[in-house]
């Protein structure tokens, strides 16, 4: 690319000619600030623009015989005209050409009095119907014409609309795109060889993108998006690809001791058989950790499937090594539910445990975080409190990551930074509750190695889940009384804390309302994020010793709160809650040997709502629950795009795009095979708009 050519590409909006300074800002605010971001501004849509008829012939073929309507275009002399004042005012014109008339009717438009007289010749374009023997057009979009020039016919053609606003209708951007779009094509590498793009039958980027804009039949645009769509998921498989092969090959970690007398020592501590799926699980990640090459790896497994011992098992691996480990959850309630369980199945072992807050002094932090370095705390667990700058590791070589979801990448990123020695990142293993769809675990997560514990531990009975609106409120909750009697235990979740005046319940009024009435007599407990840590931990710990009947809730207990002896949850306006998170409140029961029930009071009023309170109650499965999502949200909703910082795809959509996805994988493997850091001449380019697009999301500045 010559510098010249670079500065047509890069050429400001504003000196593109026919957009002049006077639209530039219009453009901005749209994103377009250059030429390329012009090419880059794809049409949504076409319209199929069909050749100049004789008005005998639109006649024709718009017969009562067809039925149909359809879209014409009409060269001929306005006949007649007349405005009509009614109550929707309107214009109506007679057309008029050697083969016959059609009736123009435009709406709403006095300023056409100024605009069309009799005598004028025009071309109009738009849908036509049969009104009787008269074929009429509303609303047609039309121009004028010198009918002393030379008449071009104008030709069929598959006009693309712009995604536009109101300041910038699609025809201006239309005809900026069109004034650049030769030159700019000209001067538009491809990054894919000749060779490669052959034998996929894909076109150059140049002609996709000549074919997305000015496409000459239908099926055009869509051999262009596919290219492009392709280019996206290609440049996303490598980046991701590269990453991998970069952890792999350049960096360090410390191999950790394993054999059967280290596996009979850790599973002795837990108080249950494994599952046959955690053994499954815990051996993939056992073998992973007995390498040098960094794990990287996500656990998947429902709500209550048991993730917490296998992030154990390998905790206690690192231990046995000599070496540290840390478990990191997104809550301090969470943080401190693994603390007491894991402390409790380690009693008596020699093994130095400690709990990391925010909420903890200073000083107290201070004589944690010394004997951290010092190396005499073997596991730290905590909240993002780990995360800040001066908390260092004498020898970190496992890094657990809960409910990953609730962290972003660089947060991952950072934990692993904790280790002291710098020839060696520590092992990482982030888990979720909140399974990925296949196909999005592809993308996104290409740079993991999955883990899945399918189903949940021995002797859970099903949930059943009932949606109720709010005016059988009193009898669910004449039922929890009722359920209380047996020494069974509640959570009752509202939206609010504190009364809002927006007609949702909130913790306090309705703690009160259920104390007054229908839990009267009831040890009840309010239980939410404002709450200090103390307050939280003491009430929990009465909870779980059953000395609190039901506690009177926010979403604070999603994740991950255990008490086995819970066995109803009625969650207030289930509508405005997301279906994930409805099921992970869910999983909080269910856990005990007696029949769980779960009730959804909702008013859904929007179709999304209903359709995600019939998923919730149809199944418990929380990969059909995923899938569901993915459907009901669409992928760009979902937290793997989201929370992974990577830039949204602009053609390519998943799961539609699967098979291309498939391809893009493959290739992209071969790719990295071949030529493993895309080094050298030919791929110079694929590599710099690698970069470009995820270079920084994916942390690739130092594969580079
Ligand atoms: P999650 O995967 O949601 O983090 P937990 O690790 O909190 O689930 O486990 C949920 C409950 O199941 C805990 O009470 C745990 O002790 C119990 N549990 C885990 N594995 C087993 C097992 N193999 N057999 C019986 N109970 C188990
Ligand atoms: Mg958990």
Not at 270 to 276: D, K, R
Not at 501 to 518: M, Q, S
Not at 660 to 667: E, G, I, N, S
Request: hydrophobic share 40%; aromatic share 4%; charged share 25%.
């Amino acid at each position: 690319m010559t510098t010249e050519a670079l500065d047509k590409l890069t050429t400001n909006i504003a000196d593109v000619p026919c957009i002049g300074h006077r639209h530039a800002d219009a453009f901005r605010r749209l994103g377009i600030r250059c030429v390329a971001d012009l090419v880059l501004h794809l049409p949504q849509r076409y319209e199929h623009e069909l050749p100049e008829q004789t008005i005998a012939a639109a006649s024709e073929q718009i017969s009562p015989l067809h039925g149909a309507d359809a879209n014409i275009t009409l060269r001929g002399e306005i006949a007649s005209l007349r405005w009509i004042p009614a109550r929707r005012p309107r214009m109506e014109a007679t057309l008029q050409d050697d083969t016959g008339a059609v009736k123009l009717i435009w709406f709403n438009s006095p300023w056409l009095r100024e605009k069309i007289h009799p005598g004028l010749t025009v071309l109009v374009w738009g849908r036509a119907k049969r009104h009787g023997d008269l074929v009429q057009m509303v609303n047609p979009r039309w121009e004028a014409y010198d009918p002393d020039q030379p008449i071009v016919p104008r030709p069929q053609r598959h006009r693309p609309i712009y995604p536009a606003s109101e300041e910038l209708p699609s025809r201006t951007i239309e005809r900026a795109v069109e004034s650049v779009l030769d030159t700019a094509l000209a001067q538009l590498d491809d990054h894919l060889h000749d060779e490669y793009r052959k034998a996929r039958a894909l076109p150059t980027l140049a002609e996709a993108y000549r074919m997305v804009h000015r496409p000459a039949d239908a099926d055009e645009p869509v051999s262009a998006r596919r290219r492009l769509a392709f280019d996206e998921l290609l440049l996303l498989q490598l980046a991701v690809m590269l990453k991998r092969r970069h952890r792999r090959e350049a960096q360090r970690a410390v191999a950790l001791k394993h054999n059967d007398a280290i596996n009979a020592h850790i599973t002795a501590r837990f108080p249950f058989e494994l599952t046959g799926s955690q053994s499954a699980v815990i051996h993939e990640i056992a073998a992973d950790l007995q390498s040098t090459i960094p794990m990287n790896r996500l656990l998947q497994g429902d709500v209550g499937a048991g993730k917490t011992v296998v992030a154990l098992y390998g905790l206690l691996m690192a231990v046995a090594s000599g070496h540290q480990a840390a478990l990191m959850a997104p809550t301090e309630l969470l943080a401190e539910q693994h603390d007491a369980s894991i402390s409790q199945m380690l009693t008596g072992a020699r093994v130095s445990i400690e709990l990391l807050t925010g909420s903890q002094t200073l000083p107290q932090r201070r004589e944690i975080l010394a004997r951290l370095e010092s190396g005499q705390i073997d596991i730290l667990i905590g909240t993002h409190a780990l995360l800040t700058e001066i908390v260092q590791f004498k020898s970190l070589a496992l890094a657990v990551i809960d409910e990953q979801h609730r962290f972003g990448v660089h947060q991952r990123a950072r934990l692993r930074s904790k280790g002291n020695d710098p020839t060696t990142i520590p092992h990482t293993l982030v888990m979720t509750a909140t399974p990925i769809p296949r196909t999005l675990s592809l993308t996104v997560f290409g740079d993991l190695d999955i883990s899945t514990i399918r189903g949940l531990p021995p002797g859970r009975k099903p949930i059943t889940t009932r949606i109720t609106d709010q005016s059988k409120a009193e009898e669910v909750y004449q039922q929890v009384a009722e359920r209380l009697n047996t020494a069974e235990q509640a959570f009752i979740v509202v939206p609010m804390i504190d009364e809002s005046g927006r007609g949702l319940k909130d913790v306090n009024t309705h703690l009160e309302w259920l104390a007054g009435g229908f839990l009267r007599g009831r040890r009840l407990a309010a239980m939410h994020g404002r709450l200090d840590r103390d307050e939280r931990e003491q009430i929990m710990s009465r909870f779980r010793a059953g000395e609190i009947d039901a506690l009177v809730c926010t979403t604070v207990i999603e994740v991950g709160v255990d008490v086995p002896n819970a066995s109803i949850m009625v969650i207030e306006h289930a509508e405005r809650f997301g279906l994930a998170q409805l099921h992970q409140l869910r999983g909080r029961i269910g856990r005990a040997s007696r029949h769980s029930l779960c009730v959804l009071l909702g008013d859904p009023t929007t179709k999304e709502a209903e359709a995600r309170l019939k998923a919730i109650a149809s199944t418990s499965d929380g990969f059909e629950i995923a899938e569901k999502d993915l459907e009901i949200r669409g992928p760009g909703e979902l937290f793997g795009a989201r929370q992974s910082g990577l830039a949204p795809f602009r053609v390519a959509q998943l799961p539609r795009d699967l098979d291309l996805l498939q391809m893009a994988r493959r290739d992209a493997k071969d790719w990295i095979a071949s030529n493993p850091t895309l080094g050298g001449q030919r791929d110079a380019l694929l590599r710099r708009r690698l970069l470009k697009a995820h270079g920084q999301a994916l942390g690739l500045g130092d594969v580079a």
